[in-house]
Every structure is written in C-alpha cells, then in structure tokens.
C-alpha cells in the first residue's frame, strides 16, 4: 500500500468505506476516490447539504457500466476473444465524454479510475461535457492493420448502441490513435446509415476532425505548466525538462516545451528511457512513433552520438528543473519524487492521469515543488474535443490559429479556477485541492438542481 497524499476527513470516511466495500479490488479507482474525497472535507463544511443530499455517494456510483465481449480473428485465421467496457460515468453537465484505452492491463477498475477522474476534469474544461471513459484488454502492439481494424469493427458493433452525439462520445487514449479512431468512427457510420460526426472526436481533419486535436493535451499541458511557473515569477525558457513516454501526450508536449524555450533531454516507452543532452529530436521521435511504431532504443541507435538508452530504467534518475509525467498512472512513485526533490525539480505536471503516486504527492506538497494534478493539466484535450463537437454541430472547420487560441484560453481559466478556489478556501499553491474542489462543485450544483439522480 502506498502512503495516501492527504487523509480524508471524518465526515466523509463512511463514503470511502463503502466504495471499498462495494468495488473490492479495483485499487486504481479507490486510489482517484480517496485523492478526490481527501479534497473535499473543507467543502462540505462550507456546504453541509452535499452531504445531507449524497451527491458524493451518488458520484462514487457510475450511472451505468456496459461490459461485452469482443470476438475477432486474427491474420493467422485464429478467434481472439477481448474484453470491452464502456463505463458512462456523469451525464450531468452534457454527454458522456471521454477517451477509449486499449492496453493488456485494462481492468473494469481501470476504466472506472479514468471515468471518475473525467468527470472533474470535464467540469473544470467549463464546457458541456459529462465524463465517461472505455476502453479493452486489446493490445494493439504486434498487430497488423487489418488485425487492428477488425478488432476495432467488432468493439463498435457492439458498442454503438450506448453511443450518440447527444449520449456518448468517446474518443481517444492510451493505444487509440487516429487509425483506431478512424475504423471505429467507419463502423458506426455503416452500423447506424448516419454520417454523425459528433458522435466521436478525434477524427481526421479530412472527416469531421478538428484542428490542433492531435496536439492539444500536449500542447494544453504545457500552457498550464507555463502558468504555474508564471504565477511564481518564473518561466519555462531555458529550463532543463524530462517527458515520461513517447506517444501523443509526450510528444506534443516536447513540442510545445521547446518552442517555449525549455530542452527536453529525456523521453520514455515502457522499455526504457533515452537521454538527449541535445533536446530530444522531434523529427525522428514523431517518425519512430507516429509512423513507423517502432521502440525508444531505436532513437538512441540513430542518432548515435552520446545519446544514450537505459533499459528499463526510471527516467526520473534523470536531473530536471521541470517534470511532465505524460505516460501512464503511478509511473512516479515516493522514491522518485524524492530523487526529483533532490535534483531540483520545482515544477511536477501531470500530462498523463494519475502518474504520481499519492506518496509521490506528498513528497513533492511537502517540499513546496509547485504540483499539478491531471485534471487540471491534461484537459486541453477533451476540452478540444468539446471543440470539435462545436464544430461538427455547426458544420465548421476553424483554423489552427483560432482552435489553439481557444485551447491557450480554456488552460489559462482552469489555471485562474483551481488557483482562486485554492486560495478562496484558504490553500494558496495547492493545485490537487483546488482542481478538486472547483470540479467536484461544479458537477454537484448541477446535480442538485435536477433532483434526485
Ligand atoms: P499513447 O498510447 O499515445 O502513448 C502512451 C505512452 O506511454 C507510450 O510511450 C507508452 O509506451 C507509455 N506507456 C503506456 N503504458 C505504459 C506502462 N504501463 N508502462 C510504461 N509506459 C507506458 O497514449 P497517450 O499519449 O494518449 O496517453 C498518455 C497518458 O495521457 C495516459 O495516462 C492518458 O490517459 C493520458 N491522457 C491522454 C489524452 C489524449 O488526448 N490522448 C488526454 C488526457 C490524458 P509503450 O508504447 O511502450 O506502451
Ligand atoms: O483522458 C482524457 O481526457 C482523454 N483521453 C481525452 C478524452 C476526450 O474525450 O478527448
């Protein structure tokens, strides 16, 4: 057991209790309940009819949770049997949303952590989202387009039904791309006989996509790093960053960190990490991953030089000045948020969700490094799908400019949200309980004002 960031208050223990009780096992989703619930003791101070009302208990239990069976055959004839879920968590401020994860460790608990995390994140995005998430045991890794797409064929035969632009909308994650994205949005189109778009985002821009989807929680996470650093005085140029990970997350963030004048010297895949003292090269990261989906050590092979790759190392061996967590849940634990306090390190954001241990949290809140919890920093995008659902209602396409003006927006009014409610509740700099706080509110004034649902 790792040792939680923050103890949830007295008031609210039964609730954690009995999520316990009810959901045994599923310990990443009892990890993002107890970070939520360690949050909001000063809030149901502040309003007791939360409590009176059990709007935390009613969010603690997902409105529905669809579990199939996905059947496909494989390039060599053979029947491969996965397992798909599709958990629609809140439908209080607007559809379901959120992405899909296809990885071997999905676990219904897996999905849930993700879909409870959503719904906060989606709240703080200011737009009209409920939170959502799906995903399957699939491993796309080794397997073939056509393998791929028959998978994908099976997973939305029987997932369309749940689906709609008014009731479901998924989109992408962990191991689902713009190809994923692509069979599927092409199997609920033939299924359904309607050209939805707004049915799933993160489409191609040639078919309903938006501009700047790709690139934008990357490209959001940084915007939000730059604000913390901005609001203690400081700036992201010329400061050393590691990425964890090489997929979209990681590699838009790269991007973004290095047009703001920072070097990124280190990124990862779950086989190890590379060290370019150089700044990573986007040119070649983008080409190995997006294109030819090849491992991290390949970089350190072409590029030769004194670039180096560590076999299963921890990247957060590596010095740093600022780092971004963009790979996957508890990545970072206690010992390396205590090698990061020790190098240096005074900004943490988490690109990814839930990539620091609530140990890791502590460690870095008890020695003042500036903390940013994923759903605050990752928002930008599900909140640039929102944008392309906007655009899909209204039959638009904007440009990159615009669509990117509007992401910078939205992170700068997260940012100003969890910063005022922090300090509004007397808890200046602390990021987790502001995110958590002003999401949690915002879903809970909604809820109350619709009865009992
Ligand atoms: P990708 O599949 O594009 O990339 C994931 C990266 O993380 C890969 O480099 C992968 O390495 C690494 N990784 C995945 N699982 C593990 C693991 N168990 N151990 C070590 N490394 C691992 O996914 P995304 O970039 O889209 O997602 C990254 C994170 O960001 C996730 O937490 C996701 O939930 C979150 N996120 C994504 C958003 C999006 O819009 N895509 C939005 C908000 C959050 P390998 O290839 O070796 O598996
Ligand atoms: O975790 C996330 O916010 C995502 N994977 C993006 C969800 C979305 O609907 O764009």
């Given at each position: ?5 923050t ?23 009892h990890?993002?309940v ?5 949050s ?10 939360y ?16 579990i ?20 629609e ?34 709240a ?42 008014y009731?479901?909308?998924?989109a ?12 599927l949005?092409?199997?609920y ?31 959001g ?15 992201l ?10 997929g979209?997350?990681a ?8 047009e ?6 280190a990124?990862?895949?779950s ?13 070649l ?5 997006e ?24 990247i ?5 000045e600022v780092a ?15 090698t ?85 509740y007397?808890?200046p700099g602390?990021?987790?309980?502001g995110?958590?706080?002003a ?6 004034d909604?809820?109350?004002a619709?009865?009992?649902?």
């Amino acid at each position: 057991m790792t040792t939680p960031a923050t103890t949830i208050d007295r008031a609210l223990q039964h609730v954690y209790k009995e999520v316990l009780r009810r959901n045994p096992g599923e310990h990443e989703f009892h990890q993002a309940v107890e970070e939520v619930l360690g949050s909001l003791g000063p809030v149901v101070k502040r309003h007791p009819h939360y409590l009176a009302e059990r709007v935390i208990e009613r969010l603690c239990e997902p409105e529905r949770q669809i579990i199939f069976r996905v059947p496909w055959t494989d390039d060599a004839g053979q029947v491969q049997i996965n397992r798909g879920f599709r958990v629609e968590y809140s439908s209080v401020l607007g559809p379901y949303k959120g992405g899909l994860r296809f990885h071997p460790s999905v676990l219904l608990g897996t999905v849930k952590f993700l879909g409870f995390e959503q719904i906060f994140k989606n709240a703080l995005t200011g737009l009209p989202i409920g939170g959502g998430k799906g995903g399957s045991d699939f491993d796309p890794k080794g397997r073939s387009d056509a393998e791929v797409m028959r998978f994908c064929q099976s997973f939305m035969t029987e997932l369309y039904r749940h689906l709609g632009e008014y009731t479901d909308v998924p989109a992408g994650d962990i191991g689902v791309g713009g190809r994923e994205i692509g069979y599927l949005f092409g199997q609920y189109k033939r299924i359904t006989n309607r050209y939805e778009a707004g049915v799933i985002t993160g489409k191609g821009l040639a078919w309903g996509g938006s501009r700047a989807r790709t690139e934008a929680t990357g490209y959001g996470t940084v915007y939000f790093a730059n604000e913390m650093a901005r609001h203690v005085g400081r700036s992201l140029d010329g400061q050393r960053v590691v990425v964890s990970g090489s997929g979209n997350v990681a590699i838009y963030a790269i991007e973004k960190v290095t047009e703001f004048g920072g070097t990124v010297v280190a990124a990862s895949d779950s086989s190890g990490y590379v060290v370019d003292e150089a700044g990573i090269d986007l040119d070649l990261l983008k080409d190995l991953k997006e294109v030819r989906r090849e491992r991290i050590s390949r970089y350190a092979e072409e590029k030769g030089g004194d670039v180096r790759f560590v076999e299963g190392g921890n990247i957060w061996d590596v010095p740093c000045e600022v780092a971004l967590p963009c790979a996957t849940q508890n990545e970072l634990d206690e010992e390396a948020a205590t090698t990061l306090v020790r190098n240096g390190t005074h900004i943490v954001a988490e690109g990814a969700n839930m990539p620091c241990t609530p140990g890791a949290v502590r460690v870095f809140q008890e020695a003042d490094v500036l903390f940013g919890p994923g759903k605050a920093v990752n928002a930008g995008g599900v909140a640039t799908s929102a944008l392309e659902m906007q655009q899909n209602a209204s039959r638009d396409s904007w440009s990159f400019e615009h669509t990117d003006e509007r992401l910078g927006e939205i992170m700068r009014n997260i940012h100003e949200s969890v910063v005022t409610t922090a300090e509004d509740y007397g808890r200046p700099g602390d990021y987790v309980f502001g995110a958590n706080a002003a999401g949690f509110t915002a879903v809970a004034d909604a809820m109350l004002a619709m009865g009992v649902i």
